[in-house]
Each structure stands twice: as C-alpha cells, then as structure tokens.
C-alpha cells in the first residue's frame, strides 16, 4: 500500500463526501435525507485491491476515522470519534475476505459489496448511536433510520462501478503490485 496517494485520495473523497456527497442527497423523501457514503467507495475499491489484509483495515480505519471526523454535529452536539472507524477496519477486512470469490471487474459483485459494506457499517454506527446517546435518538425513530441506511446502501452500490471505473486508471499509483513468482532456472 503505498500511504502517501492514498492519503491524498482520501482527502479528496473527504472532500467529495463533504460536497458532492450532499449535493447528491435525495432530501424530499418521507423518511428523511438519503444519500451516498462516498468514502465507503474508497474503502470497497481498496480492500478489493490491497494486498495484505491489514493494509485493507488501516485504510478502512483512516477512511472510518474521516467519517467519524466529519459528520459532528455542531458546537451542541456530542461527537463520537471512533465507532465508524473500528466498522470500517472490521468490514474492509470481510471484503478483503470474500474478493477472491467474486469477479472484481463486475459491476454487479462491486455493487454488492459497496452496497453491503455501507449497510453493515451504517447500521452498526446506528445502534451504537443508539446506545451511546439514548436521549438522541429514540426508539421509535430506530426504525425510519434503519430504512435511511438501507436507501443510502443502496445508492452507495449504485455509483459503485461509476468509481471504479475512474479508480482504475489509478490503480498502479495507489496500491503496491500484487507480489509476482519468480521463475527459478535450474541449473
């Protein structure tokens, strides 16, 4: 893993995440706002790729930190740093796990697994919010966000192949080639 560009990727995901990523939110559903995790992509695409599967969980971690990072609430709210961070580590990890069993150059296995790492993740970081700050959210509201994860999962899968495609190109630059066999001569 080469940490220096991947440092500046996850910067400029950072970034896209904190303006495109609410440019692209559907706010007029019934439910609530629904809209992509950029930064989930990054993760997806990385643990995809990586070589070891500790690379895959410290992206993941930086990626999750950057999360934790950016969706405070405001001077009133409390912030928690770190639960999106321990889910992202643990759920690069499973997609590292499983990547060898899909085609990785398929739209619909990147789909799924974009579209899976958000659901787990997000709906980790929603019962741990739950738990962490009862007065926040109440019960009865459990529910409604459950169905806003699933939306925002869901349309995390779809955009998915569209990053893909950009981040290939890039590919070589990110991460380090995976090790080759050297052919012994015998002598």
């Known amino acids: 893993m080469r940490w220096a560009p991947f440092l500046i990727f996850a910067y400029l995901f950072t970034l896209g995440q904190t303006s495109l990523g609410r440019m692209l939110m559907l706010d007029r ?5 629904v809209g992509p995790d950029i930064l989930v ?19 993941g971690w930086v990626l999750g930190m950057l999360i934790d990072l950016t969706t405070g609430g405001g001077a009133t709210a409390t912030t928690r740093v ?12 499973l997609v590292f796990q499983v990547r060898e069993a899909l085609y990785r150059e398929r739209a619909l296995p990147q789909m799924l697994l974009a579209g899976v790492f958000c659901l787990i993740t997000h709906t980790l970081w929603v019962g741990t919010q739950m738990f962490l700050a009862p007065r926040d959210i109440v019960w009865g509201q459990f529910g409604r966000l459950l169905l806003q994860v699933l939306l925002s999962s869901v349309y995390t ?14 590919r070589n630059w990110l991460l380090t080639n995976p090790p080759t066999r050297s052919r012994r001569t015998r002598r």
């Open 157 to 170: 899968g779809l955009l998915m192949p569209l990053v893909h495609f950009f981040l290939m190109p890039c």
């Open 82 to 93: 770190g639960p999106m961070a321990i889910y992202f580590a643990l759920t690069a990890w």
């Open 41 to 59: 992509l990054l993760a997806v695409f990385v643990a995809m790729y990586v070589r070891t599967a500790v690379d895959g969980m410290m992206a």
């Open 29 to 33: 559903l019934t439910i609530g706002p």
